[in-house]
């Protein structure tokens, strides 16, 4: 597996730790999960689209 960093504004980097404890999980699981779950959804889209038209 491969890591990869990225920059967040401090203020999305304390949502995104805040939802996680609420769920048992870090921050950076919550962005994984989140980044992870938007590419499924594009990609669904993008096929939709294509079927489409």
């Given amino acids: 597996m ?3 960093t990225i920059e967040l504004e401090d203020y999305l980097y304390e949502f995104y ?5 609420g769920a ?12 992870f779950r938007f ?8 096929i939709d689209r294509k079927k489409k038209g």
């Fill in 24 to 35: 048992g999980r870090t921050a950076e699981q919550v962005i994984s999960d989140m980044l």
């Fill in 17 to 21: 730790k805040k939802v996680g404890s």
């Fill in 39 to 46: 590419a499924g959804e594009s990609s669904l889209r993008a």
């Fill in 2 to 4: 491969k890591r990869v």
